[in-house]
């Protein structure tokens, strides 16, 4: 069963910008990874902090059945690594750990942020994290008695303002036949629900240029940015 892997810095942050991919995976029988380094619960959680008599515990405790939610109905296997947020701050070890959930899940292919978002530092760390792991993924001398990983593509999805991080897509994914569960999986994420609306609108959006960019009616899309060069066989592949 081929899979694939998502590297995200918060709760959220896969089901508003990879949602779509991953369901659309899922139910064509991928096996779906999702590994979220916090659940965003200082700097993502507004709506629950302005409750009085809010801790720090009750946020987890809500995130995490909120996150677990979303994950389900996309279909994706779920990984909360439990760091803070705001500030984030990741050890070697995590980074280890990641490179070896990598060689376990030996995706096809791997989403995460991208780097350049002057707006969110944890997504610039997951960035250049999710990198890392990948490239000491393939390293012979790493874990040697496990067999190294393949290089992969690595999709860097959507940062909040596109225009001013340096961020241009290149890849349009059709997510016409899965969008009502991603909306769905929008609608458990309660703690952030002023987004529901804005990542909608992303998604018609994007939905537009891939039908301008194909000629293929398209209302629904997710847009990407590839961190490495594609290797064809033909320009068909393209």
């Known amino acids: 069963m081929p899979s694939g892997l998502v590297i995200s810095a918060h709760a959220a942050d896969f089901v508003w910008r990879s949602g779509g991919a991953i369901a659309l995976h899922a139910r064509e ?42 994950a389900d109905v996309l279909g994706a296997n779920l990984r909360l690594l439990g760091h803070l947020d705001y500030p984030m701050r990741i050890t070697e070890d995590t980074i280890l750990q990641l490179a070896d959930i990598i060689r376990e899940v030996a995706p096809s292919f791997i989403l995460s942020h991208a780097p350049g978002d002057p707006w ?8 250049r994290v999710a990198q890392e792991a990948q490239i000491i993924s393939q390293a012979k001398g790493h874990n040697p008695q496990v067999p190294s990983a393949k290089a992969v593509p690595i999709l860097m999805y959507e940062p909040h303002q596109p225009e001013n991080s340096g961020w241009k897509p290149d890849v349009y994914l059709n997510i016409d036949p899965v969008f009502d569960l991603k909306r769905k999986a929008f609608e458990c994420m309660d703690a952030q629900e002023w987004l529901w609306e804005y990542h909608t609108r992303v998604a018609l959006q994007r939905g537009n240029q891939a039908w301008l960019n194909s000629g293929t009616r398209i209302t629904h899309a997710e847009a990407y940015q590839t961190l490495f060069p594609r290797v064809v066989s033909s320009f068909p592949e393209i």
């Open 29 to 70: 029988g991928w096996d779906m990874h999702v590994v979220c380094l916090s659940l965003g619960a200082r700097g993502e959680s507004a709506k629950l902090w302005r409750q009085d008599g809010m801790t720090l515990d009750r946020v987890n405790a809500e995130r995490t059945d909120e996150t677990r939610r979303a």
């Open 120 to 127: 969110n530092f944890d997504h610039e760390l997951t960035s």
